[in-house]
């Protein structure tokens, strides 16, 4: 395939966060297996999947970047679609965690202590771009909304990407014991129960009210 350099966006990151959902919840099987052996191997294919997303995210979110900074924010259509960047980052940050809570208690003690360790440190890192990337998130979608915003099933991207980081700062929370950050996830909580709402009855009002969401779409606008 052959793409200009205005060509990404964040759309790019749906087909790569898959493997990093596993890598999260996979700490749900490791229980149900017999042997110490096999829950060893599924932690390593567990940190497998992680580096599956993570590095190829990064590439991408550098494109995202790029494209931001040279040719603007793209369509207004896509704009919501930026939302999509925390996917990763809240995704990760709640893996990384997840597999260094069970490195500790699978690998032996100065081993899992440090992946452990490690784990939290990367959430604080991921999280932290994930605080930035939200803040610039909300500013261009503001400024979209004032010149004309029309409602897509991009929105959608407000829903999923959040959640990520709602379970990536709970989890935070609860490895560091501070009061400041289980606020922030109760407050990511509460942004993404209302973002939930307001695409749900969005999506129900365009495709079974007026039927607008059925029609084939319309040449997006270029927002800059």
């Not at 599956?52 to 900074?69: E, K, Q, S």
């Not at 069970?102 to 003690?109: F, Q, S, V």
């Not at 605080?131 to 004032?146: E, G, K, P």
Request: hydrophobic share 60%; aromatic share 8%.
């Amino acid at each position: 395939h052959e793409h200009g350099a205005d060509a990404a966006f964040a759309g790019w990151l749906m087909p790569i966060v898959p493997p990093m959902v596993s890598s999260a919840v996979g700490i749900g099987l490791v229980g149900a297996l017999d042997g110490l052996e096999a829950q060893r191997t599924l932690l390593v294919v567990r940190a497998m999947l992680f580096g599956t997303t993570i590095i190829p995210a990064l590439f991408v979110m550098g494109l995202v970047w790029h494209r931001l900074l040279r040719f603007g924010v793209g369509p207004a259509q896509r704009v919501p679609m930026l939302a999509s960047v925390l996917g990763p980052l809240g995704q990760s940050a709640t893996a990384s965690i997840a597999l260094g809570t069970a490195a500790e208690t699978l690998l032996p003690a100065p081993l899992g202590a440090a992946l452990h360790a490690a784990g939290v440190a990367y959430a604080v890192v991921a999280l932290g771009f994930a605080s930035l990337w939200f803040a610039i998130v909300v500013l261009l979608v503001a400024r979209q909304a004032r010149r004309g915003l029309p409602f897509s099933l991009a929105w959608w991207s407000f829903t999923f990407p959040v959640g990520t980081c709602v379970t990536g700062f709970a989890a935070l929370a609860h490895e560091t014991g501070l009061a400041a950050v289980a606020a922030v996830a109760l407050a990511s909580y509460a942004t993404l129960v209302g973002a939930w709402l307001v695409v749900v009855s969005r999506t129900l009002h365009g495709a079974i009210v007026t039927g607008e969401l059925l029609l084939p779409p319309e040449p997006g606008r270029t927002a800059r």
